[in-house]
């Protein structure tokens, strides 16, 4: 602890429980060090006063052989400097390295030009925000070059390197914005890199996690299936501009008549597209494989609901059909 009270204005303040296990052994080595330089310097100065040639000294002094003992404490005072700098540190350097059990999993995504937070629901934000009192256990990849991830209030400085997953976790034990940097100098990434940790209460936190969990919030029900075709996989199979994936095009589907595998002619109304959605293979659209995964479970009614209000936008009868089934 010595003069880390006074000294640890050089650096920002304590926001995680890292910080601690750096500053203090940083200024404790500082310290010693800095002791150890005086008293050399010192001894070096002393010396060469007391033991320079004076008038009428001979040439040579004779030789004096060694002094065993000083030797000794001299080696001695050396290692065990070393062996106290590397026990101050070594705490520190074993809790940074193991991130602790139940620590929330964020995935960090560098790319010239912007960091992606990617938290365990899939929310994707470019803020890292954060519980406090709550670890956070970061995996970290680079979309392009090699990165540095840098949070100067957490004691957090991790590479990035391309093909390579890294890893990070830190705990805040303040409410706050702290600053993250590229750690990397580079023209291109030194400003539009820069962003920050958010921590927040766990009530504040908590708001934040259920506002962005809820899709519905903030959208149509038209924009919610938009992003919920984006999101869930139905682009790979359903185009939006009448080609022919691996699935029927989304573009006019609703309201209009399809032939099925079994040659009756359903209508794509509310009742069929939500039973397609849930139970594919039940009714197949003919000249389509029944390979579409049924969505029983993973979509609710509401969600179902949206991608039909999706759907309708982009038939020509779904307006049409939208208001009769107002
Ligand atoms: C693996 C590819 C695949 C995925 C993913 C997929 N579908 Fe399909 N879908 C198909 C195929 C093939 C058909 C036609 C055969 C059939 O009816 O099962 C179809 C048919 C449909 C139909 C009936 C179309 C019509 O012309 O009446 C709807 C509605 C539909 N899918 C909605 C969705 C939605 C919504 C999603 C995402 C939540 C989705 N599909 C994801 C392959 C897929």
Request: proline letters at 5%; hydrophobic letters at 45%.
């Amino acid at each position: 602890m010595i003069g880390s009270a006074n000294l640890s204005a050089w650096f920002p303040e304590w926001a995680s429980t890292h910080a601690p296990d750096v500053d203090v052994p940083f200024f404790d080595i500082y310290v010693v060090s800095a002791c150890a330089l005086v008293v050399t310097v010192g001894l070096a100065v002393v010396f060469l006063r007391t033991y320079r040639r004076q008038d009428g000294d001979p040439d040579r002094m004779p030789a004096q052989g060694n002094n065993k003992l000083l030797l000794g404490v001299w080696v001695l005072a050396a290692v065990s400097l070393g062996v106290y700098a590397f026990q101050l540190g070594l705490a520190g350097y074993v809790a940074q390295d193991v991130a602790p059990y139940g620590a929330t999993e964020i995935g960090v995504t560098a790319r010239e030009g912007r960091w992606d937070f990617t938290y365990p629901d899939g929310t994707v934000t470019d803020t890292l925000r954060v519980e406090v009192g709550q670890p956070v256990h970061l995996t970290l990849t680079t979309a392009d070059v090699a990165q540095n991830l840098s949070i100067p209030a957490m004691r957090v400085q991790q590479p990035i390197l391309p093909g390579r997953t890294t890893e990070a976790w830190f705990e805040t034990i303040a409410v706050g914005s702290f600053p993250i940097h590229s750690g990397t100098f580079s023209a291109l990434t030194q400003d539009s890199l820069a962003t920050a940790v958010i921590s927040l209460s766990t009530a504040d936190y908590d708001a934040w996690v259920a506002a962005v969990g809820d899709i519905f919030a903030g959208r149509t029900m038209a924009e919610v299936g938009e992003l919920l075709y984006n999101q869930q996989g139905c682009k790979a199979c359903h185009s939006l501009d009448g080609a022919t994936v691996v699935g029927p095009s989304f573009k006019n589907v609703y309201g209009f008549e399809f032939l099925t595998t079994s040659g009756e002619t359903i209508t794509a109304d509310d009742a069929y597209i939500k039973e397609s959605i849930l139970t594919p293979n039940v009714s197949v659209i003919d000249g389509f494989q029944p390979v579409m995964t049924p969505y029983a479970g993973k979509l609710d009614d509401r969600e179902i609901e949206a991608i039909i209000e999706f759907l309708k936008t982009l038939s020509e009868r779904g307006h049409a059909a939208g208001q009769e089934g107002k």
